[in-house]
């Protein structure tokens, strides 16, 4: 049911998105073969409760900080013992009664909300306390650690993948990955979910993780295979990306020297490429000053730009994709695509007129090859 007694801000700050029936079910098709009669289910940012479930001898609790969400959730569930607490503070299983000795097991759809986001930055504050051992600018990260702090058996909930594939997240996961290793991760878009469908789309992974002391590396999410409904499975290791290859961002001290320097935008990821320009005509804070001598490549990533119909939701956080082997036979296509668009770029590439029919071909088969049975 979606939270109708929040405002929109309100909304933002708590994270208190509507979950699709759907997405419910499925997370439960997947934790219903570990639930037992020592088990615990536990949803600790419950909202009125759609992921909690009479689980006949188990234990089911949810916990929510908003009093009207969980005076909603008793009222539909009558089976599910409810606390209405903050959640990410005086972190402990004794706070919700859990035993020591139970299997424990976390379901949901945790709020992510980053604070440092430009996105809606107007209205983000958190107003709550949080543990200082699981504080972070992101509530959702806050999240997965308070479930390390519960040492929690297994853990099926959703967030944004980029926690797990951009390293500087995976990083500020670090607790946590220290001890639970990814079993499991569907993708979808946030596109599925009514309230965030205005927004660009960003890939979310319903993910299962097991309490292991191995725990698991960067490495180990790299080589991963994320599930994704209907399609190949998707992993960061089948592709090259053009980081490799060029600055995505401008160096600190970094200023232009001579009148014909060029400018190209700060890049994070795909989803960020689609809201920036590439080529700029005059230096700021947020554009780089390229290296000419790697000027092919950030012709690359401009025609890329343009290309981004081309590509499923999941690759939004990736970085660009590049294959540069390809990109060699391909490359008077690119360069041809980015002057067209960018003629003052002219002077900077000695290359022959192609026709735009034909680039638009050549450049159909480079995409096509590069992104195999992901192109949409």
Request: with cysteine.
């Amino acid at each position: 049911m979606s939270q109708t007694h929040l405002g929109y801000d309100s909304r933002v700050n708590l994270g208190s998105y509507y979950t699709p029936a759907e997405i419910v079910n499925v997370a439960w098709e997947i934790i219903a073969p570990h639930v037992g009669s020592q088990t615990a289910v536990i949803d600790t940012a419950c909202g009125y409760g759609d992921f909690l479930r009479n689980c006949g001898q188990a234990t089911t609790i949810g916990s929510d900080i908003d009093e009207t969400a969980i005076d909603v959730a008793r009222e539909n569930n009558d089976k599910v013992r409810f606390f209405q607490t903050n959640a990410l503070c005086d972190v402990s299983r004794t706070k919700f009664g859990i035993p020591e000795q139970s299997h424990l097991i976390v379901v949901g759809n945790p709020p992510y909300n980053d604070r440092t986001s430009l996105i809606r930055h107007g209205i983000k504050k958190v107003n709550f306390d949080i543990d200082a051992d699981i504080a972070s600018r992101d509530l959702g990260i806050s999240f997965l650690r308070s479930y390390n702090k519960l040492e929690a058996d297994l853990i099926c909930v959703l967030h944004p993948l980029s926690y797990l594939i951009k390293p500087t997240n995976f990083r500020l996961l670090k607790e946590f990955t220290a001890n639970y290793r990814l079993i499991d991760g569907l993708l979808m878009s946030s596109g599925e979910f009514p309230e965030s469908a205005k927004y660009t789309p960003f890939p979310i992974v319903l993910a299962l993780y097991r309490r292991d002391v191995q725990g698991m590396a960067y490495s180990f999410i790299r080589s991963f295979r994320f599930r994704v409904a209907g399609k190949t499975d998707f992993c960061l290791d089948d592709f090259d990306y053009i980081a490799g290859y060029i600055d995505k961002y401008p160096k600190k001290k970094h200023r232009p020297r001579y009148d014909d320097s060029l400018f190209f935008w700060a890049m994070r990821d795909i989803n960020a490429l689609k809201r920036n320009r590439t080529f700029v005509e005059s230096y700021s804070a947020n554009t780089i000053v390229l290296d000419k001598q790697k000027l092919d490549y950030y012709a690359y990533v401009d025609v890329f730009k343009r290309n981004l119909h081309r590509l499923p939701f999941y690759f939004g956080n990736c970085d660009v994709l590049i294959d540069d082997n390809l990109f060699g036979q391909y490359k008077p296509f690119f360069i041809s695509d980015a002057v067209r668009h960018h003629p003052f770029l002219k002077k900077h590439f000695q290359i022959n007129p192609i026709a735009k029919q034909q680039v638009a071909s050549e450049l159909d088969m480079y995409f096509e090859l590069l992104l195999g049975e992901h192109q949409i």
